[in-house]
């Protein structure tokens, strides 16, 4: 006996609330098991490949693993220490930089500094609170160093089990498979098969693009010899993953930089800039149309939603579902309305003596 359309309605919405249920339960220490997923869902094709040449899964997997844990382990040594020398600076200078400001706005715009002004008053006030709070920086930056402490040992979590999970993707995947109901089966299937075209094209294509621009606006900035150059081109290529955010946020800080520390050579101000311009122009023209794709389905104002949202229900959980669920609900809201656009409710009777 087969369930009507509002007892299964029942059953999968039900469903779904006791997933999410379980995300807020659980919110502290999902994060590694949801990272190591998504390597495993990241690393699948790869695998496959290998497999195709007559690589065996394990051997292929492990390999797989290998590759990751050295780039991961570089990372670790070349780049996390050269940032947070950089982060530690930037705290460590933020008062000489503030007082540099003032020196600088009173040399070239006097009347923006004078005894009552807001401008003089509030970077004042922002010299003194950065003064008094030296204890308070020292602790975050120590916060700090214990967080990425924490971070690698979860990026390590994530390792292992991105290698069990790869190790078993397709038996898991067939077993789920087998999971589904038969009466719907090839329908969902269908939708299984477009969520992963979405998902797939978007984050793979995307996280490469990111990277992609992150090591050039790093290098480039590194060279021109902008403070902090290093740590403003990574997390340009970070934020790269929402479209147009990484750009402008990049541009914006490096851009600012510049000013302060190139004042009296604005060609090397022109250079940032154009380093902004010319990764925008590659992004746009070439990279993303090349690795991602126009078809992927996710708009940037649903993407940045969709992080907004599930970031603030779930916290950092949230965070790492939200494009999996924009691309989720995207598939099942176009086939909702190719199912609406096919059904009497859009089209009305069929009638021929209406047209009379």
Known sequence: MSLSVGQQARWWGGGFIAFLLFL????????????????????DPVADKLESWGMGR???????????????????????????????SLIETSPQLVSSLLEFLAAKFPSL????????????????????????????????????????????????????????WDRMTAVVD????????NVIRKLAREFDAVLAGFVRGQMTVGAILGVFYAVALAAVGLQFGVVVGLLAGALTFIPYVGSTVGGTVSIGLAIY??????VWIAVVAAIFIAGQAV????????????SVGLHPVWLMFALYAFGSLIGFTGLLIAVPAAAC???????GIKNYRDSKLYIGPQDDSVGE
């Open 178 to 185: 087998g999971w589904m109901p038969r009466q719907h089966v």
């Open 113 to 168: 500094l004078e005894e009552d002004s807001s401008v003089r008053l509030a970077l004042s006030s922002f010299e003194d609170t950065l003064r008094s709070k030296g204890v308070a920086l020292a602790n975050t930056v120590l916060a700090t160093s214990i967080a990425a402490v924490s971070s690698v040992l979860s990026i390590f979590v994530s390792l292992v089990v991105a290698f069990y999970l790869l190790l078993d």
């Open 261 to 266: 520390q190139f004042w009296d050579n604005p």
């Open 24 to 43: 807020w339960l659980v919110n502290d220490a999902i994060a590694p098991f949801i990272l190591g997923t998504a390597f495993a869902y990241l690393l």
């Open 58 to 88: 394990t051997w292929a997997t492990v390999l797989i693993s290998l590759i990751a844990l050295i780039v991961m382990l570089l990372a670790l040594v070349l780049v996390v220490p050269l940032i947070f020398r950089q982060v530690s």
């Open 329 to 335: 609900i995207g598939v099942l809201g176009r086939f």
């Open 283 to 294: 992004e746009g023209n070439f990279l993303t149309p090349k690795l991602v794709g126009s």
